[in-house]
């Protein structure tokens, strides 16, 4: 059952969205315009947000969900590409009660938020980005979107023994931060074929981005329709979305500030989340 049992720091809620109930958290004030926390591909909210969440300011209010397809949301029989995530996001926020958000997107959710923030820039107060998607196209994720879309069945097979554990520990430049509980997990998920599904669709929906650069242009060009502030954060060490995207970030929002983590890969909420959290407080301040 969705949200059966919140985490410590947590207080669970009832979101739903394109029919689908949705693994829903709030943390820190019960009231107020909320801040919501959009987490990656093949993660969760806990996983993404445990140790960042409580370093923030508890005067706000912060409200994250898994993503559908992924966590303890429901896992759909959908298309799972950029339109899909921008008309749950469309009902989230409608659901919230408050006519701006903060965005806060990590990796696909930071895609997902910035393809919001430009579709939605009324909406939007402020919007943060740590190693969004979107931005950068490498060689491996196009790899994997061509299998997505042309050979599914092999995308579909279960991982081997061990390559759950390894696709984490290359996503952070320390695997000694990576907690237990969250690699069996992460197994646990890889073992759905729901999710391995979903995971598949959202790589086939990428590919005509990766392969095309009027696609990434014209969909640049949405993102900058957002003109509000913007924060970008990313790992020096990140083997995953290269920090060289971060150039791209800053031409398509001149206006950004950035924020490079020198220890971190791809995940510096889990590997540094405290340098992440003070610019993030004063980032967010009201």
Same mark, same amino acid.
């Given at each position: 059952? %969705?949200?059966?049992?919140?985490?410590?720091?947590?207080?669970?809620?009832?979101?739903?969205?394109?029919?689908?109930?949705?693994?829903? &958290?709030?943390?820190?004030?019960?009231?107020?315009?909320?801040?919501?926390?959009?987490?990656?591909?093949?993660?969760?909210?806990?996983?993404?947000?445990?140790?960042?969440?409580?370093?923030?300011?508890?005067?706000?209010?912060?409200?994250?969900? !898994?993503?559908?397809?992924?966590?303890?949301?429901?896992?759909?029989?959908?298309?799972?590409?950029?339109?899909?995530?921008?008309?749950?996001? !469309?009902?989230?926020?409608?659901?919230?009660?408050?006519?701006?958000?903060?965005?806060?997107?990590?990796?696909?959710?930071?895609?997902?938020?910035?393809?919001?923030?430009?579709? @939605?820039?009324?909406?939007?107060?402020?919007?943060?980005?740590?190693?969004?998607?979107?931005?950068? @196209?490498?060689?491996?994720?196009?790899?994997?979107?061509?299998?997505?879309?042309?050979?599914?069945?092999?995308?579909?097979?279960?991982?081997?023994?061990?390559?759950? /554990?390894?696709?984490?520990?290359?996503? %952070?430049?320390?695997?000694?931060?990576?907690? /237990? /509980?969250?690699?069996?997990?992460?197994?646990?998920?890889? !073992?759905?074929?729901?999710?391995?599904?979903? &995971?598949?669709?959202?790589?086939?929906?990428?590919?005509?981005?990766?392969?095309?650069?009027?696609?990434?242009?014209?969909?640049?060009?949405?993102?900058?329709?957002?003109?509000? $502030? %913007?924060?970008?954060?990313?790992?020096?060490? !990140?083997?995953?979305?290269?920090?060289?995207?971060?150039?791209?970030?800053?031409?398509?929002? $001149?206006?950004?500030?950035?924020?490079?983590?020198?220890?971190?890969?791809?995940?510096?909420?889990?590997?540094? $989340?405290?340098?992440?959290?003070?610019?993030?407080?004063? &980032?967010?301040?009201?």
């Amino acid at each position: 059952m %969705v949200n059966a049992d919140a985490p410590p720091g947590w207080r669970p809620r009832s979101l739903r969205a394109q029919g689908l109930r949705l693994a829903a &958290f709030e943390a820190g004030a019960t009231a107020g315009p909320p801040v919501l926390l959009l987490h990656g591909l093949g993660h969760w909210t806990q996983a993404a947000w445990d140790r960042l969440v409580v370093r923030l300011d508890p005067a706000l209010r912060y409200v994250a969900f !898994d993503l559908p397809g992924s966590g303890a949301s429901e896992k759909a029989d959908a298309r799972y590409d950029p339109a899909f995530f921008r008309d749950v996001l !469309d009902e989230v926020v409608a659901q919230l009660g408050a006519p701006q958000i903060a965005l806060v997107g990590h990796s696909l959710g930071g895609q997902v938020a910035a393809d919001y923030a430009g579709t @939605h820039p009324e909406r939007v107060d402020r919007l943060a980005l740590v190693a969004p998607a979107g931005f950068a @196209h490498p060689r491996r994720h196009v790899a994997l979107a061509l299998v997505a879309r042309l050979a599914r069945p092999l995308f579909l097979r279960r991982p081997r023994t061990g390559q759950v /554990a390894a696709t984490l520990r290359g996503s %952070v430049l320390d695997p000694s931060v990576l907690d /237990a /509980a969250v690699i069996a997990r992460a197994h646990a998920l890889a !073992d759905e074929r729901a999710f391995r599904e979903a &995971f598949a669709r959202v790589y086939a929906a990428g590919l005509p981005a990766l392969v095309s650069a009027n696609r990434r242009r014209a969909t640049h060009a949405v993102y900058a329709r957002y003109r509000g $502030p %913007v924060l970008c954060a990313w790992g020096r060490a !990140d083997r995953y979305l290269p920090i060289a995207a971060l150039a791209v970030v800053q031409r398509v929002y $001149p206006q950004a500030s950035t924020l490079v983590l020198e220890h971190s890969g791809h995940l510096p909420m889990v590997e540094e $989340p405290e340098p992440l959290a003070a610019v993030l407080r004063a &980032f967010l301040a009201p």
